[in-house]
């Protein structure tokens, strides 16, 4: 089992910044595979951003490439998601993720946290 909970979301004007983060118990953190989604009223739940430690490998939705950056902290069981040049559209609840494999549909993911809340104004 895995625990997660998010936080630093808020309230920014476009063109901002935001750091959020991931905490997470349980199991062995490092094993895991991370990943960010969002979900906007009205919208289904889409991918951001993943990172599989035991591969080094990074993936990011073409939406928040270049502006979102996602890394890990072991020593803290942390994950972030680094946004910055946040636009109105990223206006979402960001939740964070935990799978055995390196995946970027949300069914694969098998612990969630209870998300935090990014309103990004024009």
């Known amino acids: 089992q895995v625990q997660l909970v998010e936080s630093g979301g808020g309230l920014v004007q476009a063109g901002g910044s935001l750091r959020l983060s991931c905490a997470a118990s349980?199991?062995?953190?490092?094993?895991?595979?991370m990943g960010w989604f969002r979900q906007a009223p009205g919208k289904e739940r889409e991918f951001v951003a993943a990172?599989?430690?035991?591969?080094?490998?990074?993936v990011y939705a073409n939406s928040v490439k270049g502006r979102f950056t996602i890394s890990r902290d072991n020593a803290k069981n942390t994950v972030y998601l680094q946004m910055n040049n946040l636009k109105p559209e990223d206006t979402a609840v960001y939740y964070c993720?935990?799978?055995?494999?390196?995946?970027?549909?949300?069914?694969?993911?098998?612990?969630w946290g209870q998300g935090t809340q990014v309103t990004v104004s024009s």
């Open positions: 990172f599989w430690w035991a591969a080094n490998t990074f």
């Open positions: 993720a935990a799978s055995d494999h390196l995946a970027s549909v949300a069914y694969e993911y098998d612990y």
């Open positions: 349980g199991r062995t953190f490092s094993s895991y595979a």
